[in-house]
């Protein structure tokens, strides 16, 4: 990475010290670039500049950029990010923006990471809020994103409803903590609208650092409410909290495809619905491809339920009840692709857990088989044949993929 971007003029790149002297936020090299900037940056410098931070309600709000529907000009406001407390996934902070984008609609909230105008990444998150389902839900033409598009011929993206911006610090994609926007932010969130969807330059998900593909294994919540695949095909970022605090398969380990894991929070949207009726009776947290993903098998493993952990042939409980969507990625940083992670996933279900059932006495009266058998089972040959079963079925329904083997990547 280079120099921090922060220094740099937010229109050409180039490092300085200058900001507006209106607004003390936003950065130039020169009068030039102030002057390319001023046709937006003139819809928020003075409202920025007035808006004073004594006035912050409470140590959870942070300074957040609002686009009004019926406003010419987008607003700074104090947006509420409450500190939620959660068993399994600790302290992070989470916007509330409910009041503000109604509660009646799914929220969209691509980040930004990466300004493909400027072409350099961003240090920290910009999160954009919007209604997913602005383009069919009777949402009205957002006037102050189009007082942003005015200010250059194009075709734009038809934005409707409102929409917030606000930050998270650092990049990845769960961050905990939320932070104040500037109005160097604001420049690259008017890049994001100016860019969205006009060239083949994806705005959105990209992040400084090296990108590996890897897998989400999608719950039930996702799945139902948002429409994902079970097994989606993602981008991680090298910063993600994957390489930290991650988990691993014991299964996978043996088959010589080591993997490290992880869960990711619950969507509000989905969380707090869970009786809606489009999730079947099930948890909407629900992930049992995941869970399965994760048996025990390490023979000298102890049986410790209060740390969570239940030994052989039990996955810990962290991935037996609300688990939530989970994030796979090799570690030997190697593509992974969504049909690699799916006959990992059938692999361990459907043919190692029965010989771990087996071997904890579920077929009595027969004598269990011993650890040692069933260890020796768990390995590359007996993957490779599920592979090439699980192709067998592709073809069957007609579908041809040509993902190599995991190992031939
Ligand atoms: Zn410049
Ligand atoms: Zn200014």
Redesign the pocket.
């Given at each position: 990475m280079s120099a921090d971007a922060s220094e740099s003029?937010i229109?050409?790149?180039?490092s300085?010290t200058r900001l507006c002297n209106r607004c003390k936020s936003a950065r130039?090299?020169?009068t030039?670039?102030q002057h390319a900037d001023w046709p937006t940056h003139k819809l928020l410098c003075s409202t920025f500049s007035t808006f004073g931070t004594s006035s912050r309600p409470t140590n959870e709000h942070v300074r957040a950029i609002f686009f009004p529907v019926d406003d010419k000009k987008p607003k700074v406001i104090w947006l509420h990010c409450k500190w939620q407390d959660d068993d399994d996934y600790g302290r992070y902070q989470l916007a509330q923006v409910d009041s503000i984008l109604g509660s009646d609609a799914p929220v969209g909230y691509p980040y930004i990471q990466y300004n493909p105008v400027l072409k350099r990444g961003l240090s920290d998150t910009i999160c954009v809020c919007y209604r997913d389902t602005f383009l069919i839900d009777g949402s009205k033409l957002n006037k102050s994103i189009a007082g942003i598009t005015a200010t250059k011929p194009g075709q734009y993206h038809d934005w409707r409803g409102p929409i917030i911006a606000y930050g998270k610090v650092g990049l990845g994609i769960d961050q905990t903590n939320c932070k104040d926007l500037n109005m160097n932010d604001f420049r690259h969130i008017t890049d994001y609208f100016l860019s969205y969807n006009t060239n083949h330059t994806p705005a959105i998900q990209q992040s400084i650092g090296i990108k590996m593909e890897g897998v989400k294994i999608n719950c039930v919540g996702d799945q139902k409410i948002f429409n994902k695949p079970y097994f989606e095909p993602i981008e991680v970022s090298s910063v993600d909290p994957i390489f930290s605090e991650q988990d691993s398969s014991d299964i996978a380990e043996r088959i010589g495809l080591p993997i490290f894991t992880r869960r990711c929070p619950p969507n509000p949207i989905w969380a707090k619905d869970q009786d809606d009726k489009v999730f079947e009776r099930q948890s909407p947290f629900n992930n049992q491809d995941a869970g399965f993903l994760h048996l025990c098998c390490d023979p000298k493993a102890i049986y410790d339920p209060r740390s969570g952990i239940l030994g052989w042939g039990w996955a810990s409980q962290k991935w037996q009840n609300n688990v939530g969507s989970a994030i796979v990625v090799r570690q030997d940083k190697k593509p992974l692709s969504p049909l690699h992670v799916e006959a990992l996933c059938k692999y361990c279900y459907e043919e190692i857990r029965p010989l771990l059932a087996h071997s904890i006495g579920e077929y009595a009266p027969e004598e269990p088989m011993s650890k040692d058998v069933v260890l020796a089972m768990i390995c590359r040959p007996t993957f490779i044949i599920k592979w090439y079963k699980l192709l067998d079925e592709k073809h069957e329904k007609g579908e041809f993929p040509e993902d190599p083997a995991p190992y031939d990547v």
């Open positions: 003029c229109i050409c790149n180039k300085t130039y090299c020169s030039t670039c």
